[in-house]
């Protein structure tokens, strides 16, 4: 350890060239994939083409994650990542209340009046 990292207590992980390409490869897959499912038709349900396209998309999430902003476990003792379930959660949380709420406003608001028979 040199006397720079000692002076200041960086013990954080230090990248190499390898592994941003690895991370670079893998996000260029990860887009490339989606990007030819859509282009080409193959998925022809709205469905599953959302879940697939949603997977591909959280996928690429960990790999950058992982690879460009260098999260695990055990750094900051498991805060960091801790920190990120938490702030996922909560996002989750917010969207699907909000999605819920704007639903039943709008179930809800117009009230349906009968056609008026001549």
Not at 14 to 41: D, E, N, Q
Request: hydrophobic share 50%; proline share 5%; charged share 5%.
């Amino acid at each position: 350890m040199s006397t720079h990292e000692h002076e200041h207590g960086d013990s954080g992980p230090h990248s190499t060239f390898s592994g941003y390409m690895t991370g670079f490869v893998l996000s260029v897959i990860l887009t490339a994939i989606p990007f030819w499912l859509v282009m080409s038709r193959t998925i022809t349900d709205r469905n599953t083409a959302v879940l697939v396209l949603g997977a591909f998309a959280v996928a690429q999430i960990l790999v950058h994650m992982v690879c460009f902003l260098h999260m695990n476990g055990k750094l900051e003792g498991g805060w960091t990542l801790l920190s990120t379930i938490f702030t996922v959660v909560f996002v989750a949380i917010g969207i699907s209340g909000t999605l819920w709420v704007m639903f039943h406003m709008n179930a809800h608001m117009m009230p349906v009046h009968p056609t008026p028979t001549p």
